[in-house]
């Protein structure tokens, strides 16, 4: 069953510093990968769509990498802004599934 | 743009009452989801559905039941509200084919008293 976690559940940064979000997966055989932000008591909006195929994926001042072989995907936030403050998610799609499986979130506070 | 809507944003129902919370995608997706997201426990699939009048169990269905009697509404029904099921349910839609994004509702955040 695959698992998905996100270390650290929570970090706080100065504004104007580049960041990384982890997220780690146990079954390296997924489909794609895709980050989502969450803001308090909103859904969701997606980020980035990552293929299994493909290594990265940028949009603006973010950029997501793939490395299915060690089970990993990173976000990477350049030039943090207090706008960029809410809950990150990251979540897998097995082959042969249509599910999400949702990692718990890392809450990024951006400090003015 | 895609749009997803949900009925409401915020709902409380007393235990026991039968509770329908609406999901409606305005982009003709085959794929419908419900999920529930809570502290700690990030969001668990409910039920999901691939097309009209078709379901499947997500990972946590007990209490829960679900129709798509037409492919833009997907409806999550609570037979019996438990306090348990206080939570914040969301909504999301991708069209057929796993190459797309999935797309997401603003949420319903239900309270069950």
């Known amino acids: 069953k695959q698992e998905v976690t996100q270390i650290p559940a929570a970090l706080s940064v100065p504004e104007g510093e580049n960041l990384v979000l982890n997220c780690s997966f146990t079954d390296s055989a997924i489909y794609n990968l895709q980050w989502f932000r969450q803001d308090p008591g909103k859904g969701l909006t997606s980020l980035l769509l990552?293929?299994?195929?493909?290594r990265e994926q940028t949009s603006g001042r973010l950029n997501a990498s793939l490395d299915k072989s060690s089970g990993r995907s990173t976000l990477y936030i350049a030039a943090s802004q207090p706008g960029d403050s809410a809950t990150y998610l990251c979540?897998?799609?097995?082959?042969?599934?249509?599910?999400?499986?949702f990692g718990t979130g890392t809450r990024l506070t951006i400090i003015p | 743009d895609v749009k997803v809507t949900q009925s409401s944003r915020y709902l409380v129902k007393r235990t026991g009452e039968k509770v329908f919370l609406e999901c409606v995608q305005d982009?003709?997706?085959?794929?419908m989801f419900w999920y529930r997201q809570d502290p700690g426990l990030g969001l668990r699939l409910i039920y999901f559905s691939y097309d009209v009048k078709m379901k499947e169990k997500g990972d946590i269905p007990e209490g829960y039941s679900v129709s798509r009697e037409k492919k833009e509404r997907f409806s999550l029904i609570l037979e019996s509200a438990s306090t348990n099921q206080t939570s914040m349910y969301l909504c999301a839609s991708i069209p057929g084919g796993r190459v797309h994004e999935q797309y997401f509702g603003p949420g319903t955040r239900l309270t069950v008293t």
């Open positions: 979540a897998v799609r097995d082959f042969g599934n249509e599910k999400l499986t």
């Open positions: 990552i293929q299994s195929s493909q």
């Open positions: 982009m003709d997706h085959e794929n």
